[in-house]
Nanobody
């Protein structure tokens, strides 16, 4: 069983920044591929960013490319999402997810590819 706990959400003005964190349980965090997804009211959950087990490969949705950065610290069992130049359309509940199956460093941008999910953290961007 893997537990994921997100933090760092909040209310920010457009153009501002937030840094989300996701702390994971488990001794083998360094083997997990990790991802961030978000879900706005009335919309489906959508992919935001993903990172390979080593951190050597990162992937982004087109809507956040150049503004968001995903990173990880395997010594701290934590993955981060640095969000800059935030827009009102970034408002959503943000979820981190873990793929514990290991394997390649390929892009994982579909929800079913992940095995565990956090409870989510609210990000609200005001105009």
């Amino acid at each position: 069983q893997v537990q994921l706990v997100e933090s760092g959400g909040g209310l920010v003005q457009a153009g501002g920044s937030l840094r989300l964190s996701c702390a994971a349980s488990g001794r083998t965090f360094s083997t997990y591929a990790m991802g961030w997804f978000r879900q706005a009211p009335g919309k489906e959950r959508e992919f935001v960013a993903a990172i390979s087990w080593s951190g050597g490969s990162t992937y982004y949705a087109d809507s956040v490319k150049g503004r968001f950065t995903i990173s990880r610290d395997n010594a701290k069992n934590t993955v981060y999402l640095q969000m800059n130049s935030l827009k009102p359309e970034d408002t959503a509940v943000y979820y981190c997810a873990a793929d514990i199956k290991g394997g390649s460093s390929r892009r994982r941008d579909l929800a079913y590819e992940y095995d565990y999910w956090g409870q989510g953290t609210q990000v609200t961007v005001s105009s």
